[in-house]
């Protein structure tokens, strides 16, 4: 299966995100002359690749491939080191049901 990237929104994910063409091939796991021909258009990268793009970037792999034109990534990452607080509220709230989830966030949104 062929991925059409779209290159135009690759480029602009990758300078919102700060990262150099040689930071994003390194936090990709690619070589940087493999990651240039994703952003020139002379490679296709696997799905797999693409995937690891897009989180890399804080995108989705639908925005990237002109699926949808909502910039939201598919995953939020969050470091336990870097943000102690959140990730113990997202330890605790990760066997909640749905309407309890709804509770939770409906009361977040008074805040």
Known sequence: ????????????????AGLSKREAAKRIN???PAYVRYENGT??????????IANVLNTSVAYLTDQTDL???DFILIDKDASPMLF????ACKD????????LKQYIDTL
Do not use: G, W
């Not at 299966?1 to 919102?16: A, V």
């Not at 490679?43 to 690891?52: C, E, G, L, N």
């Not at 113990?88 to 330890?91: A, F, M, P, Q, Y």
């Not at 909640?96 to 509770?103: A, F, G, I, R």
């Open 88 to 91: 113990s509220l997202v330890e």
């Open 43 to 52: 490679r296709i990268p696997s799905i797999q690749v693409v995937t690891a």
């Open 30 to 32: 690619v070589s940087q």
């Open 1 to 16: 299966m062929d991925i059409q990237l779209n290159l135009k929104r690759l480029t602009e994910c990758r300078e919102k």
């Open 96 to 103: 909640y049901d749905e309407d309890k989830l709804k509770q």
């Open 71 to 73: 910039n939201t990534p």
